[in-house]
């Protein structure tokens, strides 16, 4: 394993058909942190997420990111994979008529590689994952994300996090759509997935996730920028006085990044 | 003596290899009333059948090209090049030792050997124009479960077969009906008696070898009551820079409470015009399912049909095509509601590729009288190029009100967003798309038995890794 720290982002413009959206962001996350990045709607959130998990219609314009210390700009997004970045979409994507399980399956023969363990260990894998998330046995069999509900949509995000066991997990507005029971269930899982060798980076409207699942930094993204950097305290406050109050703040006390 | 195969023009189809051409009798190019007399006369047919198939020269004549599907490629058709009969060895194999060693070795490539052993009861073999080799299992034929060759059938049952033949399918259905009906050769019969389950597959292969070849098989089913039977067929051809033609008629009868299914797996060179009638009759209670999946030829035009002769009588029809470069598949279905309380389901899924057309072509009747009919058609087109082209052509008529007719039809284009997900899992790019159409096809490919879905997926990777260049 790389010495390089796990994550680092240097001044990050980001632009979409010719509007840029992310106006230099600078971050650095390590094996072992959750970092939490929370913002209003438009304020790039999704855009940064995107971005980190390459796709071709957000192109970086300047600044670089730099993953396990190789440039992940350079890479398309089955490398970016391939390399440990996980990315939970906040629209997973139906696949009519593949099972979770061939996906599953797919997936892990694609990130692992050499070293993809054998059908019966694969599917012992899976197993043990599937209860970690309270989710049955017959979910395997569903055409991914095909007739899902929010939720279901969620957890499988997740089962695949667990089963592919990234080195860095985005997790973009994974707590949008959530009940309660499910937003329980998919934070145990994260905690339970989460090592000392693993990162992961929130992407969140709300603060109620930052309940179950306990950030070391938060980050709050105010039209394209980091506008303020904390403690998890940080996540409260914002909860108290919303977003408007840490903009002004934030011009107030100069920008850090 | 075996030649090595010659160099194939279509990289990415397997099954382009030849055998040199020998046979022990040919006629020469294009179609007279010799030809056909000849045909007649080699088989010792009955007189009936003589005229039979003169009558339906009579039909082909007379009959016009049809003006729809894909006029420019139909009019290219040289029937005058073509060759209609060809007799590639001077009897039938009933083990694969009596089979010519080029034949058999065709065969071997192709599997059907190993496939028999391991997973059906029974298959025919046809090279060129007639049924080369030929095997039922004891246990079936012992239950009075006839499979043979059409010619045999012939000979051998000339009572079923003067009672079915033709009834279906008569020989003015149309032009190629016509065709078929004076020159046909090979192609299978089977009759399963009163109450007989075939539990596991029947498998018809054909197989053309010479160059500018016509095929005319010709296939009677009959499941008499309470029968069940699952017949498969696949069929290949060398890729020639010339082309060949195919034209079967097959002929499905399912007396009361029977259930036959009929499935399909085509895969000609793309150089073969494949333009084929399939049609089959149901009877109360009866249940049709044709599973009927297109990959290969140059131009396939073929709607196989069930009419729902009598209550309870079902049809299930399942098709697939895939189209790519200057290949079109016009396939489709038809079903004709003759009674009250009949049901019937089509599912039509369409890939087009680098250019390639498909079309989907279908019929729904409802006679008058024909009162609590249940009807759904759902067509499904996917497009993987701006070059390709997917088109709809379905045809309603309804002449009662008590029915229920649902229908559906969507064409869609594979994301960029869908391909983002799944390269976000790794997934490279082709791969993705792969991956994308073979879950397309998986209502089809569930349909199939295990080794023929490994077999599709496998050909669908071959088509989608062609792109690549």
């Known amino acids: ?257 | 003596m075996a030649t090595p195969p010659k160099v194939e023009i279509n990289q990415d189809y397997q099954y382009g290899f030849h055998e040199e051409e020998k046979y022990v009798f040919k006629t020469g190019r294009g179609l007279t009333r010799e030809v056909v007399e000849k045909i007649s006369s080699m088989k010792q047919e009955p007189e009936w059948m003589r005229l039979f198939r003169l009558k339906a020269l009579d039909h082909f004549h007379q009959k016009p090209m049809p003006t729809w599907a894909n006029t420019e490629m139909l009019s290219a058709i040289d029937f005058d090049n073509i060759y209609y009969y060809l007799k590639p060895a001077e009897q039938q194999g009933k083990t694969w030792d009596e089979v010519p060693k080029e034949i058999k070795n065709t065969f071997d490539r192709l599997g059907i050997p190993e496939a028999e052993r391991k997973f059906l009861a029974g298959v025919t073999a046809q090279y060129e124009s007639e049924v080369v080799y030929h095997s039922i299992r004891e246990d079936l034929a012992k239950q009075g479960v006839i499979f043979l060759g059409m010619d045999d059938g012939l000979k051998q049952h000339p009572e079923i077969v003067r009672k079915y033949f033709g009834t279906v399918i008569p020989p003015a259905d149309n032009k190629f009906a016509a065709l078929n009906s004076a020159v046909w050769s090979g192609g299978s019969f089977i009759y399963v008696p009163k109450g007989v389950a075939v539990a596991i597959p029947l498998q018809a292969y054909f197989r053309i070898n010479a160059e500018n070849m016509g095929q005319f098989e010709r296939t009677l089913i009959i499941a008499d009551e309470g029968a069940s039977v699952h017949y498969i067929e696949g069929c290949t051809a060398p890729t020639y820079s010339s082309d060949s033609l195919h034209s079967a008629v097959v002929e499905l009868v399912a007396l009361k409470g029977a259930h036959i299914r009929y499935t399909t797996i085509q895969n000609w060179s793309k150089n073969v015009y494949n333009l084929v009638t399939k049609r089959a009759v149901a009877y109360q209670d009866a249940i049709v399912e044709w599973v009927d999946g297109n990959l290969g030829s140059k131009l396939t035009m073929k709607y196989p049909s069930v009419y729902l002769m009598e209550p309870g009588a079902r049809a299930e029809i399942l098709s697939v095509a895939f189209s790519g470069k200057d290949q079109h598949q016009d396939a489709g279905a038809k079903v004709v509601h003759v009674a009250p309380h009949t049901t019937s389901a089509i599912t039509s899924k369409s890939i087009s590729k680098d250019g390639g057309r498909t079309s989907y072509r279908g019929l729904v009747k409802v006679y008058k009288g024909a009162t609590d009919v249940k009807v759904s058609v759902r067509c499904d087109a996917l497009l993987l190029d701006e070059a390709s082209r997917s088109d709809t052509y379905p045809t309603m008529e309804v002449e009662e009100d008590r029915v229920q007719v649902e229908h559906e039809a969507t064409v869609s284009k594979i994301g960029e967003e869908q391909l983002f997900y799944m390269q976000s899992r790794g997934l490279k790019e082709n791969d993705a798309r792969t991956m994308i159409v073979n879950g397309f096809f998986e209502a089809f490919t569930k349909e199939l038995p295990l080794e023929y879905a490994v077999e599709l997926n496998r050909l669908i990777q071959l088509e989608m890794d062609g792109s690549l260049g």
Do not use: W
């Open chain 1, 1 to 257: 394993m790389s010495d390089a720290p796990l994550l680092v982002i240097e001044n990050l413009h980001v632009s979409v058909e010719g509007k840029e959206i992310i106006k230099g962001i600078s971050l650095q996350v390590n094996r072992g942190e959750v970092h939490a990045l929370m913002g209003p709607n438009g304020s790039g959130k999704s855009t940064l997420s995107n971005a980190l998990g390459g796709h071709p219609r957000y192109q970086v314009t300047g600044g670089r990111i730099l993953f396990q210390g190789e440039d992940l700009v350079a890479m398309k997004a089955d490398e970016r994979a391939r390399q440990g970045l996980f990315l939970a979409f906040q629209y997973p994507q139906a696949i009519p008529g593949v099972t979770v399980l061939h996906f599953l399956r797919m997936a892990m023969k694609a990130v692992r590689g050499a070293e993809t363990p054998s059908p019966k260990q694969m599917r012992q894998a899976i197993k043990e994952k599937l209860a970690l998330l309270e989710m049955d046995e017959a979910f395997l069999q569903r055409y991914v994300n095909d007739g899902f509900s929010g939720g279901e949509k969620k957890r499988c995000e997740i089962l695949q996090m667990a089963v592919l066991q990234p080195r860095l997990a985005v997790l973009d507005e994974t707590d949008s759509g959530l009940d309660i029971d499910a937003l329980r269930v998919v934070a145990n899982g994260v905690n339970r997935l989460m090592g000392p060798t693993m990162g992961v980076l929130l992407i969140t409207h709300y603060q109620r996730l930052l309940n179950y699942i306990q950030p070391h930094v938060v980050h709050v993204l105010m039209d394209g920028r980091i506008v303020r950097s904390g403690g998890k305290e940080l996540a409260l406050e914002l909860e108290a006085k919303g977003y408007e109050g840490s903009d002004t703040e934030a011009t107030a006390s100069g920008k850090r990044g």
